[in-house]
């Protein structure tokens, strides 16, 4: 906020005749700068000496209000003036609480259309003993003391005008000859204002430079290379934090020592670059050194005491105070461990039809076989430069190697998936790869490799599958319903009355026919699983709503095999908890469960299904059986197509062995997860983990379901 205080009086003028002050006392007038030169060195309190100086100069010349201040630029590039200390001559209530709260840091006046604006903008003393004509004029706010007469004494440095002193109504006005005698007053407000901005000035500028160095640290810090720093005595300046992991040295343990602590003579082939201090000093004497800037291969020496080769780049810093150099350090270790090995396994490697690479941790690689040469069209006679593994691939799988692949090898020791490689000629090559990561005795990663197969034939060899199964499924669900219709015609006595046996293998052919078509859709549904194909209409859902619905689908069978289902959680909030889902698969999902659970419970027993959310917002839908148990065995492929537990049980019930692998099917298509927890003779749970919709976004489930892959995963 700014004060826009005009200094314009009432018509009322200061008369010259009127009795004025006293002269002012040299001798008193030198004790005020004294006292306030001395405050200023010792307190250093720049706004209570200036407070002290004004009441001084105020006492001195009998003048009734004033002020001293200091020039800035605005925001707007022109000049204010900010006080550094003004009598407080607050007219309301109001105004005098917006005073003490904003004098301590200075009050801005911006208005240069005043008298002290003429001060400012003239750069000399302003003298208006009759305030009221004078062409300079402001104006006063409504209730402003009178201002009767006024004096304005610029403070220059310079030939800059950077602060003045106004003050206002002395008695029988203000003359030349009192302007000539505060001129010590006014030379000792420049002398304060300039050592202020001095130090202000210092300030900045070491601000600056706590800046620029910490700008320096932070881009050290980040880079992948050691980088160390001597002076011309080879003694250690600085040492990033990748250095502390290249040699094994902590910051503080290498500082301040010589560079022999991590490349010692013995070590190093001459010319050893930093070690060789007696170089480092004839180039700072004569200014001739032919390493620097180069590239070369040295060796140096980890606090563990293990030697490993390094290439070193040495540049020089020249700075007024001291001529610096900088050693910027790449393992060569995993290059050179990568090279040997895979000289050893040359001729397996050459000999296989796969592609193979190696690398570095970063994904830069260094060699590759004869076929994987080939496969990408890369000349076998030239040398592998700058090169990323990334770059073979197509612009999706690029995304999918460097992003997740090498991060999950790096973190878990091998990482595997399908790829597209680029044709040399155009066009995609499928892969199935694997990157695997070789690391050294202190776990640090020492090269990656990998290994590439194409597999155009295997994808044709799917899809062909694919087309069959889909077409013999087909072919056989049609003529299948037929006979299925007319044996329902059949036992529904269509042709009249049956004989028991006949009935009887008339409703055996029916339920077998009804087997088989289970069959067939089992399969095209798992088909559909497989190649991706298995469509979902989503739409936002009710826990609640769907388990009610299964509950419905599953009354038949449940009164049949006298097994009681019990539903937990119906009455809490989880069943309201929104989510997005297919109605009819996720009821499929749940017949199944509900279905093994059922057929697996002794008559009179009852499964319970029950509904809950976990604290990150899953919603876990668990069906727990008390039939015999699954053996720990066979929990990890249970969920695989044609997978059945061999018992007597299960053959005794039944099933095509692909119930599981849809459930999951649709679980997985729905973001989420299928688990199973079971014990021999005690029983089983399988549990659907499926995530909710936030319920700030439950109202646009159109939009949720229109983008599946931002909802978050159901955690397992």
């Not at 810090?221 to 992991?245: C, F, K, M, P, Q």
């Not at 200014?287 to 606090?303: D, H, I, N, T, W």
């Not at 393992?331 to 397996?348: I, N, R």
């Amino acid at each position: 906020m700014t004060a826009d205080h005009r200094d314009t009086p009432s018509s009322e003028s200061h008369a010259d005749s009127v009795a004025g002050p006293g002269p002012i006392s040299p001798t008193k007038l030198l004790e005020h700068i004294s006292r306030a030169q001395r405050d200023f060195i010792l307190d250093g309190d720049a706004r209570e000496v200036f407070c002290r100086l004004l009441d001084d100069i105020l006492d001195s010349t009998a003048s009734e209000y004033g002020f001293i201040g200091e020039t800035e630029l605005g925001v707007d590039g022109r000049p204010e003036l900010r006080t550094w200390a003004i009598t407080n001559i607050a007219w309301t209530d109001e105004l005098a609480q917006w005073f003490e709260k904003n004098n301590p840091n200075g009050l801005v006046f911006d208005n240069m259309e005043t008298l002290f604006g003429a001060v400012l903008t003239e750069g000399r003393p302003v003298i208006a003993n009759d305030p009221g004509t004078d062409g300079r004029r402001g104006g006063l706010p409504e209730g402003h003391p009178p201002l009767l007469a006024f004096l304005g004494l610029p403070f220059l440095l310079g030939g800059e005008v950077v602060g003045m002193v106004g003050l206002a109504n002395r008695v029988g006005g203000y003359s030349s000859e009192l302007v000539e005698k505060l001129e010590p007053f006014t030379a000792t407000c420049v002398s304060l204002i300039g050592a202020l901005r001095a130090g202000r000035e210092r300030d900045m500028a070491n601000s600056e430079r706590r800046q620029r160095m910490a700008e320096t640290t932070a881009v050290l810090e980040s880079v992948a290379d050691a980088v160390v720093v001597v002076d011309e005595l080879g003694v250690i300046r600085t040492y990033n934090r990748a250095a502390e992991t290249t040699f094994g040295y902590a910051a503080k343990e290498a500082i301040g020592h010589r560079i022999t602590l991590l490349m010692p003579d013995e070590l190093t082939p001459p010319p050893d670059v930093l070690a060789d201090h007696d170089r480092l000093r004839r180039y700072v004497e004569g200014g001739v050194q032919p390493f620097l800037g180069m590239r070369q291969e040295v060796f140096a020496r980890r606090k563990d005491g293990t030697v490993f080769p390094m290439e070193l780049s040495v540049s020089e810093v020249v700075s007024p105070d001291a001529t610096m150099f900088v050693g910027t350090c790449r393992d060569l270790t995993s290059s050179h461990l990568a090279a040997t090995e895979l000289q050893m396994y040359a001729g397996t490697i050459e000999a296989t039809p796969d592609f193979v690479g190696v690398g570095t941790a970063d994904g830069t690689v260094l060699a590759i076989n004869e076929a994987g040469r080939r496969l990408i069209g890369f000349p076998l006679d030239e040398p592998i430069v700058n090169l990323q593994i990334g770059d073979v691939h197509t612009d999706a799988s690029r995304r999918l190697v460097v992003e997740v692949g090498l991060p999950t090898a790096l973190r878990q020791g091998s990482w595997s998936g399908e790829t597209e490689f680029r044709r040399p000629s155009g066009g995609v090559i499928p892969m199935s790869q694997v990157i695997m990561v070789s690391r050294d005795a202190h776990g640090h990663p020492r090269y990656v490799s990998t290994i590439a197969r194409d597999i155009t034939e295997a994808k044709e060899v799917e899809r062909l599958k694919s087309e069959f199964v889909s077409t013999v499924s087909h072919e056989l669900r049609t003529p299948l319903t037929s006979i299925r219709g007319s044996l329902g015609l059949l036992t529904g006595g269509v042709a009249g009355q049956l004989p028991d046996q006949a009935a009887s293998m008339i409703q055996l052919a029916l339920s077998s026919t009804e087997r088989l078509i289970r069959l067939v859709n089992d399969i095209l549904d798992l088909e559909k699983a497989e190649t991706q194909r298995l469509g979902f209409e989503m739409r936002q859902l009710r826990p609640g709503e769907l388990v009610n619905a299964t509950i419905d689908a599953i009354a038949g069978l449940s009164e049949e095999a006298d097994v009681a289902v019990v539903v937990e959680g119906l009455d809490r909030p989880v069943a309201n908890a929104p989510f997005l889902g297919d109605i009819d698969r996720l009821v499929q999902l749940l017949v199944n469960l509900i279905g093994n659970a059922i057929k697996f419970s002794p008559p009179g027993d009852t499964v319970t299904v029950s509904l809950s959310v976990t604290p990150d917002g899953t919603l876990r839908i668990s069906v727990s059986d008390n039939g015999c148990g699954i053996d720990g065995t066979h929990l990890e492929t249970i969920f695989e197509p044609f997978r059945q537990v061999d018992s007597s049980d299960r053959r005794r019930v039944g099933g095509t062995g692909l119930g599981l692998a849809i459930v999951r099917a649709i679980a997985e298509g729905h973001h989420g997860s299928v688990t199973v927890r079971s014990t021999i003779g005690v029983g089983s749970t399988f549990t659907v983990r499926l995530p909710t919709i936030d319920p700030r976004e439950s109202d646009d489930h159109e939009a949720a379901a229109a983008r599946p892959d931002t909802r978050p995963h159901a955690s397992p």
